[in-house]
Every structure is written in structure tokens, then in C-alpha cells.
């Protein structure tokens, strides 16, 4: 048994410990006593080796209201966003991102806690976020792992006194309006959020480090007649483009639309935004400009970190909260289930890994859940079982097996009748969605075939199976995320 065991050390001494040119061709010809001696150093090498390499810091970058094609690298043809698109070239670019709910208070509840709305049970108008989700969410779980938490921007969540410092050892919250006196200069409030994060980074050395940085941009200041402010170094941009119209954003697709749809405050905020050709253009560019001005702000961060020499050893994670209507379907806004409200920009750009493993496109469903995974998945910090997202790391293995094949999405926001209260199930092919208060009314799409939602198939007879087929996945899906609520 010894000479057994004393041939396999070396076998293994061989092939895990040592560079075998260090050996000559009478390695295993060694005496015992310098064996086991290499041995030993070996192994402890080996096992010392993974605690060695430095943590990977991770800035997690947030917008608000950013759809999934206001990106350069989307296709789009206008937007100018080249610092969000060399992320997306040079990392995992994930075209089919969706929120989990199109509305920025339960959609970034569901990043901090991975969970879904119906079972953190918080959005607007909502007793504060409880406690035990927070304590499982991935600032807290960092933040016991050694890393030093760090928080910019606009928060959105309401969460019990004391808990925002539990979460972040530092922390910036900023509030609307854009514009702010500081010092008795004028300053963007990108811009100021910026100026925080450069100086959390700075002031992290020596220190592992998360910073969650969440801009308010591209939201509207929906009280103000112009409803888009950006910073004066984003000015000139679009003066000179035309903003193609939305296919589906011609009258008659609006008129043929049921009555209950017709009145909600997509329409509202239609009126407030694109009811005339002059307006459109004016305020798409405007949401433009503010995209742009964030990309800015991203080029900035990035050359810190190359000054700081962190640049090789920092994840960045590049996401919206949720989509947003642009005159589709004679809409504004967000908070329905069609494509353009709840897809959203996602990247995950990691520089420790080879060009191989990077410079992809991964057209799997991912949801905003995935990104509270990743987030302790890469510092290798356990993830709670009853998170309801998968690690994006999967996706470095080039082909993740199982992954999922389809998406459950919810808005759940009470007591105010323009917003509606809504499910959907999204497949490889299929769109499903149904509503509360209209129990007898439902849309289907073939979003292969149909990527602009244009024909509702609800109606078709031929698909009568199908919708009972989803209406009892939804059921399921939904008792399951309503068992684990904390009462």
C-alpha cells in the first residue's frame, strides 16, 4: 500500500505541484525522505495557490429606465455610447436581459435580495423592504466576506432606519433634480455621482471592494414640461439625426387596442412626451443625450482604474433596472410586459478572463435576478438556495447546461388604476401575458416570428390549448413565489 500511495504522490507532484522541467528524466528515482520533503511543499502550494490571487473588486453599474436597444453595440444606429459598447465587445454582451418587474422600485428590491417582487413583496406604495431579505442580499453577504461595500447614486428602496448602513461601509444617495448648485457652481447630477465613485475607488486601496453605482439618468423628470435634462458636454449630439418612428407607433395600432389599455399612464405619458412629430424627436434625443452622458461617466471610471492599476482585477456589471416605451404602441414608460419594456441592457465584462472566454454574445434569457448571483458567485462568497437567479459566471463555460428556456415577469404595483397589474411567460417562442382585472383578455405572440408584437394570437382558436397551457404555468409559478414570502 505504501509503495502504491508513494508512486501516485509522485504522479501527482508531477502533474499538480511542480513545472515538470524542474525534474529530470530520474524523477522517480527521488529518495523517500526528498519526496515526501516535495511533497509536502507541493501540496501546501497547491492549496495556498487559490487564496493567493487577489479578490476581484466589482462595480456594479445601474441606469434607470434604459432599454435594451439604446446601446450602440445593439444596433442601434443613432445612440453614441462607445464606452458601454467596448464593455459589450470586449465582454459577455446579453442580448435577451429582461426585469423581472418593469418598475424601478420592485426591479432594483429584486437586484439587492435576488428575488421576485411577489415574494419581497415591495414596489412603490409598500411597507419598507424586511429585514431578512436584506440580510441575505449581496451588499450584506459582501460585506461579511471582507469587502468593502459602497453605494452612489439613486437607491429606490425604502428599508428600515439604520439598514442602508448595515448594507454599505460608504455610501452617496442622490436625489432629483438634475441640475444642483454646488459651491456655487452648476453641476449634472451624472456627473456628480460620477465624482463619488472615483472617490470610493480611490479611497478603497489596499481593500477588496463592491461600489453599486446607480444612475438616475435616463429617467424624465416626469413633473417638468421638458422631461429630459442632460450634461452641457452632451449638447451637440443629435442635432442633426432624425429618430426613426416606432412600427408599431402609428394611430391605428393604438386605436385597435381594447378600452383598458387605452387609459393607462403609458397613454398619459404618451400625450407628455411624443403626441406630436416635433415632440418626439426633441425628447428621444433628449433620453439619447442622457445615455450619452452617462457613457461618459463610464469612460471616466474606467480610466481611474487604469491609474489606479486596478483596471486588470476589476468586474464590471452594466445593466438597466428596466425597458421603456418610446412611442411603441402609442406608449410611454414602462411597466407591461412587451419587449420594449422589459428587456434592458446587460454586460458582464471580466478582464481575468482570456479573450477566448470574452468578446461573446449570449442569446439565453437572463434576468436582472442572475446579476445578484454573479455578484457573490465571483468573489466565491455562497449563494442562498432560496435565491431565484443563476451566476451569468456560467456563461465563461461557454455552454451553461441546464439554462433556462424561459422567463416568469410580474408588475404587482396596487391602488393606482393606470397602472396595471400584470404577468407574462416568455419562452424561445412564445410571449404570454394576462392581467388582473381583465381575467377574459390575453395577449400571445410569436416573438420569432412576430418580434414586434404586432398580432395578438390570443384570440385564434388554434391556440386555445396554449393560452390554458400558460395561464396554468403562471398559477404554478406564482403559488410557489407566494410560499416563501416572509409574512
Given at each position: 500500500?505504501?509503495?502504491?500511495?508513494?508512486?501516485?504522490?509522485?504522479?501527482?507532484?508531477?502533474?499538480?505541484?511542480f513545472p515538470t522541467f524542474l525534474f529530470n528524466?530520474?524523477?522517480?528515482?527521488?529518495?523517500?525522505?526528498?519526496?515526501?520533503?516535495?511533497?509536502?511543499?507541493?501540496?501546501?502550494?497547491?492549496?495556498?495557490?487559490?487564496?493567493?490571487?487577489?479578490?476581484?473588486?466589482?462595480?456594479?453599474?445601474?441606469?434607470?429606465?434604459?432599454?435594451?436597444?439604446?446601446?450602440?453595440?445593439?444596433?442601434?444606429?443613432?445612440?453614441?455610447?462607445?464606452?458601454?459598447?467596448?464593455?459589450?465587445?470586449?465582454?459577455?454582451?446579453?442580448?435577451?436581459?429582461?426585469?423581472?418587474?418593469?418598475?424601478?422600485?420592485?426591479?432594483?428590491?429584486?437586484?439587492?435580495?435576488?428575488?421576485?417582487?411577489?415574494?419581497?413583496?415591495?414596489?412603490?406604495?409598500?411597507?419598507?423592504?424586511?429585514?431578512?431579505?436584506?440580510?441575505?442580499?449581496?451588499?450584506?453577504?459582501?460585506?461579511?466576506?471582507?469587502?468593502?461595500?459602497?453605494?452612489?447614486?439613486?437607491?429606490?428602496?425604502?428599508?428600515?432606519?439604520?439598514?442602508?448602513?448595515?448594507?454599505?461601509?460608504?455610501?452617496?444617495?442622490?436625489?432629483?433634480?438634475?441640475?444642483?448648485?454646488?459651491?456655487?457652481?452648476?453641476?449634472?447630477?451624472?456627473?456628480?455621482?460620477?465624482?463619488?465613485?472615483?472617490?470610493?475607488?480611490?479611497?478603497?486601496?489596499?481593500?477588496?471592494?463592491?461600489?453599486?453605482?446607480?444612475?438616475?439618468?435616463?429617467?424624465?423628470?416626469?413633473?417638468?414640461?421638458?422631461?429630459?435634462?442632460?450634461?452641457?458636454?452632451?449638447?451637440?449630439?443629435?442635432?442633426?439625426?432624425?429618430?426613426?418612428?416606432?412600427?408599431?407607433?402609428?394611430?391605428?395600432?393604438?386605436?385597435?387596442?381594447?378600452?383598458?389599455?387605452?387609459?393607462?399612464?403609458?397613454?398619459?405619458?404618451?400625450?407628455?412626451?411624443?403626441?406630436?412629430?416635433?415632440?418626439?424627436?426633441?425628447?428621444?434625443?433628449?433620453?439619447?443625450?442622457?445615455?450619452?452622458?452617462?457613457?461618459?461617466?463610464?469612460?471616466?471610471?474606467?480610466?481611474?482604474?487604469?491609474?489606479?492599476?486596478?483596471?486588470?482585477?476589476?468586474?464590471?456589471?452594466?445593466?438597466?433596472?428596466?425597458?421603456?416605451?418610446?412611442?411603441?404602441?402609442?406608449?410611454?414608460?414602462?411597466?407591461?410586459?412587451?419587449?420594449?419594456?422589459?428587456?434592458?441592457?446587460?454586460?458582464?465584462?471580466?478582464?481575468?478572463?482570456?479573450?477566448?472566454?470574452?468578446?461573446?454574445?449570449?442569446?439565453?434569457?437572463?434576468?436582472?435576478?442572475?446579476?445578484?448571483?454573479?455578484?457573490?458567485?465571483?468573489?466565491?462568497?455562497?449563494?442562498p438556495k432560496d435565491y431565484h437567479g443563476t451566476?451569468?459566471?456560467?456563461?465563461?463555460?461557454?455552454?451553461?447546461?441546464?439554462?433556462?428556456?424561459?422567463?416568469?415577469?410580474?408588475?404587482?404595483?396596487?391602488?393606482?388604476?393606470?397602472?396595471?397589474?400584470?404577468?407574462?411567460?416568455?419562452?424561445?417562442?412564445?410571449?404570454?401575458?394576462?392581467?388582473?382585472?381583465?381575467?377574459?383578455?390575453?395577449?400571445?405572440?410569436?416573438?420569432?416570428?412576430?418580434?414586434?408584437?404586432?398580432?395578438?394570437?390570443?384570440?385564434?382558436?388554434f391556440y386555445a390549448n396554449q393560452i390554458k397551457?400558460?395561464?396554468?404555468?403562471?398559477?404554478?409559478?406564482?403559488?410557489?413565489?407566494?410560499?416563501?414570502?416572509?409574512?
Amino acid at each position: 500500500m505504501q509503495k502504491v500511495f508513494f508512486r501516485w504522490g509522485k504522479l501527482r507532484l508531477m502533474k499538480l505541484a511542480f513545472p515538470t522541467f524542474l525534474f529530470n528524466t530520474n524523477f522517480y528515482n527521488l529518495p523517500k525522505t526528498i519526496f515526501y520533503f516535495l511533497l509536502i511543499i507541493g501540496i501546501s502550494l497547491a492549496l495556498t495557490y487559490d487564496r493567493k490571487q487577489p479578490k476581484p473588486n466589482i462595480i456594479f453599474i445601474l441606469t434607470d429606465d434604459h432599454r435594451w436597444d439604446a446601446l450602440g453595440y445593439s444596433g442601434n444606429p443613432v445612440i453614441k455610447t462607445p464606452n458601454m459598447d467596448d464593455l459589450a465587445r470586449n465582454g459577455l454582451y446579453f442580448k435577451n436581459a429582461f426585469a423581472s418587474t418593469p418598475i424601478c422600485a420592485a426591479s432594483r428590491a429584486s437586484l439587492l435580495t435576488g428575488l421576485y417582487e411577489r415574494t419581497h413583496n415591495y414596489t412603490f406604495g409598500r411597507p419598507n423592504l424586511k429585514n431578512e431579505y436584506l440580510l441575505k442580499s449581496y451588499p450584506y453577504l459582501l460585506r461579511k466576506a471582507g469587502y468593502r461595500t459602497g453605494f452612489v447614486g439613486k437607491f429606490g428602496v425604502k428599508v428600515n432606519e439604520g439598514m442602508v448602513d448595515t448594507l454599505f461601509d460608504w455610501h452617496k444617495l442622490t436625489y432629483l433634480p438634475y441640475w444642483k448648485e454646488l459651491n456655487g457652481t452648476r453641476k449634472h447630477l451624472v456627473d456628480i455621482n460620477g465624482d463619488h465613485a472615483v472617490d470610493f475607488i480611490k479611497s478603497s486601496q489596499g481593500q477588496p471592494f463592491c461600489l453599486s453605482l446607480s444612475f438616475w439618468s435616463p429617467h424624465a423628470e416626469d413633473d417638468k414640461k421638458e422631461q429630459y435634462f442632460w450634461p452641457e458636454n452632451v449638447d451637440s449630439l443629435y442635432i442633426h439625426d432624425k429618430i426613426p418612428l416606432p412600427i408599431t407607433g402609428d394611430s391605428g395600432f393604438f386605436n385597435a387596442l381594447p378600452d383598458f389599455l387605452k387609459t393607462t399612464m403609458n397613454r398619459q405619458r404618451w400625450y407628455w412626451r411624443f403626441d406630436t412629430p416635433e415632440k418626439y424627436q426633441q425628447m428621444v434625443k433628449g433620453y439619447y443625450r442622457m445615455i450619452s452622458g452617462v457613457d461618459l461617466v463610464i469612460g471616466r471610471l474606467r480610466n481611474s482604474l487604469k491609474e489606479l492599476g486596478l483596471e486588470k482585477n476589476t468586474v464590471i456589471i452594466f445593466a438597466g433596472d428596466n425597458g421603456y416605451f418610446l412611442g411603441e404602441r402609442g406608449y410611454a414608460d414602462k411597466w407591461l410586459m412587451h419587449e420594449t419594456s422589459i428587456r434592458t441592457p446587460m454586460i458582464l465584462f471580466d478582464p481575468r478572463m482570456t479573450r477566448a472566454k470574452q468578446k461573446r454574445t449570449v442569446t439565453e434569457m437572463v434576468l436582472n435576478l442572475d446579476i445578484t448571483a454573479t455578484i457573490l458567485d465571483l468573489v466565491n462568497a455562497e449563494i442562498p438556495k432560496d435565491y431565484h437567479g443563476t451566476s451569468l459566471m456560467a456563461f465563461y463555460k461557454q455552454k451553461p447546461s441546464p439554462w433556462r428556456k424561459s422567463v416568469f415577469l410580474e408588475h404587482r404595483l396596487e391602488g393606482n388604476p393606470l397602472l396595471l397589474k400584470t404577468d407574462a411567460y416568455r419562452d424561445d417562442t412564445w410571449k404570454f401575458i394576462r392581467y388582473d382585472d381583465h381575467p377574459d383578455f390575453f395577449e400571445l405572440y410569436n416573438h420569432k416570428e412576430d418580434p414586434y408584437e404586432i398580432t395578438n394570437l390570443a384570440s385564434n382558436i388554434f391556440y386555445a390549448n396554449q393560452i390554458k397551457h400558460y395561464k396554468s404555468m403562471c398559477d404554478s409559478i406564482v403559488g410557489k413565489l407566494m410560499e416563501v414570502r416572509v409574512n
